[in-house]
T-cell receptor, first 114, second 107 residues
Framework: DAGVIQSPRHEVTEMGQEVTLRCKPI?????LFWYRQTMMRGLELLIY????????DSGMPEDRFSAKMPNASFSTLKIQPSEPRDSAVYFC????????????FGPGTRLTVL | RKEVEQDPGPFNVPEGATVAFNCTYS??????FFWYRQDCRKEPKLLMS???SGNEDGRFTAQLNRASQYISLLIRDSKLSDSATYLC????????FGTGTRLLVSP
């Protein structure tokens, strides 16, 4: 079975550009999570969805970040405009049942903003 | 105070050694507890859940102390392949990840 799929795996962009990260959760999972990981701050939850509806976006840093989940098999995280401090690894994860269950992570997108 | 705190390490141990990590959490209403493992430049993966009665999975033993609000992970007979970062995870309304403890097992 395919796990969580993320694209692109690596993204290098210049400050001010728009960045779109994509995620396909595991089929049948009703929860989808977006995380950001840096050396300094570790793994931070940005936003999560339940049945395609955003439930908690309190971790989204600022208005430059937005996330959507138009259907059960696809989600995007957009940064516009991007800044060097956004450089990090962005993980998407999915789970089923509750937010307390095991989360399955995608391979991540390594973002570098120059 | 951070919601989940871990010693970042690194813990350098020889093969065959026993090593233990601790983690403390601040929210006494936390309901679920886990250890995740993250290899270098890879995604986190569930290692084991942690139950109040303690649980064991092969060489790995996890303990939960609700009164003192800490979780432990014990690894016996360390293997080279155990080298990784171990993330303590606590769940209240959502999962909160610690920043991880790095383990290096050397020959």
């Amino acid at each position: 079975d395919a796990g969580v799929i993320q694209s692109p795996r690596h993204e290098v962009t210049e400050m001010g550009q728009e960045v779109t990260l994509r995620c396909k959760p595991i089929s049948g999972h009703d929860y989808l999570f977006w995380y950001r990981q840096t050396m300094m701050r570790g793994l931070e939850l940005l936003i999560y969805f339940n049945n395609n509806v955003p439930i908690d976006d309190s971790g989204m840093p600022e208005d430059r970040f937005s996330a959507k989940m138009p259907n059960a098999s696809f989600s995007t995280l957009k940064i516009q405009p991007s800044e060097p401090r956004d450089s990090a690894v962005y993980f998407c994860a999915s789970s089923s049942g509750t937010t307390h269950n095991e989360q399955f992570f995608g391979p991540g997108t390594r973002l570098t903003v120059l | 105070r951070k919601e989940v705190e871990q010693d970042p390490g690194p813990f350098n141990v020889p093969e065959g050694a026993t090593v233990a990590f601790n983690c403390t959490y601040s929210n006494s209403a936390s309901q679920s507890f886990f250890w995740y493992r993250q290899d270098c430049r890879k995604e986190p993966k569930l290692l084991m859940s942690v139950y109040s009665s303690g649980n064991e999975d092969g060489r790995f033993t996890a303990q939960l102390n609700r009164a003192s609000q800490y979780i432990s992970l014990l690894i016996r007979d360390s293997k080279l392949s155990d080298s990784a970062t171990y993330l303590c995870v606590v769940s209240y309304q959502k999962l909160v990840f610690g920043t991880g403890t790095r383990l290096l097992v050397s020959p």
